[in-house]
């Protein structure tokens, strides 16, 4: 969060054609026992909090960030993919991706 906004304060007078951005969703604390949330209304709604500490219409990438962490695998398929596609679909993101450490799943 607060880097974001450190981020967008820096980037604001900086033409938008002349940098690409990523934000990641998923994990929002250090905690690994709660810091994880990969359901369908966190994502949009943290998502548009990184917009707003970011000071942009739209990010380049949008990430699920350390999927591995999540419970439920389904619940990146059902939700968190979900999410990202629809927040890809109104043009907020370009491109998504997912992000994880190399473990065996």
Do not use: M, W
């Not at 993101?93 to 994880?100: F, H, K, L, P």
């Amino acid at each position: 969060g607060r880097s974001e906004k450190i981020l967008g304060d820096i980037l604001k007078d900086v033409p938008r054609s002349a940098f690409y951005i990523a934000t990641k969703v998923g994990r929002y604390e250090d905690n690994l026992a709660t810091g994880f949330d990969f359901s369908l209304k966190r994502i949009l709604a943290e998502f548009e909090k990184s917009l707003e500490r970011l000071g942009l219409d739209y990010v380049d990438i949008i990430q699920v960030h350390d999927f591995e962490f999540c419970d439920d695998q389904n619940q990146i398929l059902n939700e968190a993919l979900v999410a990202v596609d629809q927040i890809r679909k109104s043009g907020k993101a370009r491109y998504v991706g997912i992000t994880g450490y190399p473990l065996q799943i």
